[in-house]
């Protein structure tokens, strides 16, 4: 079963800290998307990542994707409280779209 | 320019009962997609639509739904009759053909919340 684990599903953290968020795959994959949530709102995408090695960084995210080990992590640079919100990695297999998403991670940054 | 629009943004029904969402795409976007997030369970696939034609309908869970897309404009879902699994957010995105077999980016809709009672 092609299955995508995110990890932590849940993070609670202060502002200024650096975190990562990981997503792990079970199949090969022609793009990995990163996608923001806030809540009640739609899902903005943040990065698509398209080779082994990619690395995209946008402000104080930076993702980036290690085809052979099936990895991608999101890294949150000194965190700032409008950076809540839950965060989606999402696996496309056959560049239609036809995504298998993590389960998000809700992440809160306190002021 | 206006996005992709979801209607309603909550429906609330009882078992048994028949609810259809709607979903306008990006005025010029071919590419309609269905997803759906159940309460506590990761987003999935539903179905992919190419102006009106079905291009993938393999996440469509039975046979109690079903998507249209009459005129390649917006696409209803339909649920007949609801059961309380069905209960989650329903998303919609859209997108454009850039280049023969390329598609650009996929733009959501907020959702709409189905609560079956």
């Known amino acids: 079963e092609l299955k995508v684990e995110q990890n932590p599903l849940f993070l609670s953290m202060q502002e200024g800290k650096n975190y990562t968020i990981y997503c792990n795959y079970s199949?090969?994959?022609?793009?990995l998307y990163w996608y923001r949530q806030d809540p009640g709102k739609s899902l903005e995408s943040l990065f698509v990542?398209?080779?082994n090695g990619a690395v995209k960084q946008e402000g104080r995210l930076m993702a980036s994707l290690d085809t052979k080990a099936r990895l991608s992590t999101l890294h949150i640079t000194a965190a700032v409280h409008d950076l809540s919100a839950t965060y989606f990695c999402?696996?496309?297999?056959?560049?239609?779209?036809?995504?298998?998403w993590g389960a998000g991670t809700k992440l809160i940054i306190k002021p | 320019e206006a996005g992709v629009t979801q209607f309603p943004s909550h429906s609330v029904i009882e078992k048994g009962q028949t609810v259809t969402l709607r979903c306008d795409p990006i005025?010029?976007?071919?590419?309609l997609y269905w997803y759906r997030r159940v309460m506590g369970k990761e987003i999935k696939f539903l179905l992919h639509?190419?102006?009106?034609?079905?291009?993938?309908e393999s996440g469509m869970p039975n046979n109690r739904f079903l998507a249209e897309r009459t005129g390649g404009t917006y696409s209803t879902l339909k649920v007949q009759p609801a059961e309380l699994e069905d209960s989650g957010v329903y998303f919609c995105?859209?997108?454009?053909?850039?280049?023969?077999?390329?598609?650009?980016?996929?733009?959501f809709g907020e959702g709409s919340r189905l609560t079956v009672l």
């Open positions: 999402a696996v496309d297999i056959d560049s239609n779209y036809q995504l298998i």
């Open positions: 639509f190419v102006k009106e034609s079905k291009q993938d």
């Open positions: 990542l398209l080779s």
């Open positions: 995105a859209s997108s454009q053909r850039v280049l023969a077999g390329v598609i650009g980016e996929l733009f």
């Open positions: 005025s010029g976007h071919d590419n």
């Open positions: 199949t090969t994959s022609d793009r």
